[in-house]
């Protein structure tokens, strides 16, 4: 997978723009989930920059890799990077999760150019891709569906029966990515219901799986990109992250899955981010 179109040279610069937008948006717009958003930065920086074949002056184009976020709530990052790369302008962001605007809290794909699927429960947006990846296979087109999950998010038992399908009809044409902050909502995943050992459970079901740290984008990108040994298995990248990655006081605490930057703490979170240029 590569951009078709101008892809981005400084991913760190691009990663901290997506950044500074998700706070803005959820300031202005009174939301939550900016932990939750902020993991996934690097991710996204990643896909968008480097990795999916994309045209975003040509969003719907038959040959585009598929890209889904299943953890709908953190749609901010991904609406974010849209507008970085040129899907629709910047200034739409402003409307982020207002009364009236189309740019919901849970990302929809309705009037959105770069959306595919409207995400907000958990645990649908996999099953969807494995079927358009069976679907585009039969229809002998190319194209990878990439779906970013929540490492909660595979608590769902939906995900299981996905990962069984992808597996046992070969879609090598499917990707899954798990943001693996280890929290969630209320507590820690291994209070909540523990995955580990969790790339086992994906080999067992018969994935390739690789292991990277999700903040790096050397490695994200290698592990995207890296032709598989065996070429007849889904992929899935377990990307170990931090939730609030970027802001020191948002790291890996569970508080800001609802709470919303307000006063000082969005000034602090401001200045943070831009001092790191």
Not at 207 to 216: A, I, K, M, S, T
Not at 222 to 244: I, M, N, R, S, Y
Not at 255 to 277: C, K
């Amino acid at each position: 997978m590569n951009t078709t179109t101008n892809p981005v040279h400084d991913l760190r610069e691009f990663a901290r723009e997506i950044r500074l937008q998700v706070l803005r948006m959820v300031n202005r717009g009174g939301s939550s989930h900016v932990g939750s958003a902020l993991s996934i930065v690097d991710i996204l920086a990643v896909l968008y920059g480097r990795v999916l074949h994309i045209d975003p002056t040509q969003p719907r184009m038959p040959e585009r890799d598929r890209f889904f976020l299943s953890k709908g709530h953190a749609g901010a990052a991904v609406y974010a990077t849209l507008a970085l790369r040129g899907f629709f302008p910047l200034e739409k962001l402003a409307g982020h999760g207002q009364d009236g605007a189309d740019l919901s809290g849970h990302i929809s794909h309705k009037g959105i150019p770069g959306v595919e699927l409207s995400t907000g429960s958990l645990g649908h947006a996999l099953p969807v891709a494995c079927g358009m990846a069976y679907g585009a296979r039969l229809d002998g087109r190319g194209h990878r569906h990439v779906v970013l999950l929540s490492d909660g998010e595979c608590d769902e038992g939906s995900n299981w029966e996905a990962a069984l399908f992808a597996a046992h009809h070969q879609l090598a044409n499917v990707v899954a990515i798990v943001d693996y902050n280890k929290l969630q909502s209320l507590g820690s995943v291994n209070d909540t219901l523990r995955l580990e050992p969790f790339a086992d459970k994906w080999r067992s079901f018969g994935w390739l799986v690789r292991e990277v740290d999700g903040h790096d984008h050397d490695l994200l990108k290698q592990a995207l990109t890296t032709p598989a040994d065996e070429a007849d298995k889904p992929l899935v990248v377990l990307a170990h992250t931090v939730k609030g990655k970027g802001v020191s006081y948002m790291e890996n605490s569970v508080a800001w899955h609802y709470r919303t930057p307000r006063g000082e703490d969005f000034d602090r979170a401001i200045a943070e981010l831009e001092q790191a240029a």
